[in-house]
Nanobody, 119 residues
Framework: QVQLHESGGGVVQPGGSLRLSCVATGPSFDTYVMAWFRQPPGEEREFVASINQNGDNTFYADSGKGRFTISRDNAKNTLYLQMNNLKPDDTALYYC????????????WGQGTQVTVSS
């Protein structure tokens, strides 16, 4: 059983940056496709970015292209999301998720970390 724990959220001004981290406990982190989703207040959960098992293939939602970078360190069982030039529309609860096949719905989910972009 894989458990995922996110950290790194907070309050930031527009144009600022945050780096989210997700530590996985349990076996076989390097066999999972990993992704970030987010849920803005009052809205549905939405896809942000994904990364394959060895980190050489990434995919982004249009909302984050050019501003967000997903990465992973399999030696540390850790997933990252670097977010630059943040906008108020990026305000959301951000979830780390993983799945062996990388097919939604992903099997494992963290509890989320809150990101608030506000002046």
């Amino acid at each position: 059983q894989v458990q995922l724990h996110e950290s790194g959220g907070g309050v930031v001004q527009p144009g600022g940056s945050l780096r989210l981290s997700c530590v996985a406990t349990g076996p076989s982190f390097d066999t999972y496709v990993m992704a970030w989703f987010r849920q803005p207040p009052g809205e549905e959960r939405e896809f942000v970015a994904s990364i394959n098992q060895n980190g050489d293939n990434t995919f982004y939602a249009d909302s984050g292209k050019g501003r967000f970078t997903i990465s992973r360190d399999n030696a540390k069982n850790t997933l990252y999301l670097q977010m630059n030039n943040l906008k108020p529309d990026d305000t959301a609860l951000y979830y780390c998720t993983g799945d062996p096949a990388g097919v939604h719905p992903f099997r494992y989910w963290g509890q989320g970390t809150q990101v608030t972009v506000s002046s």
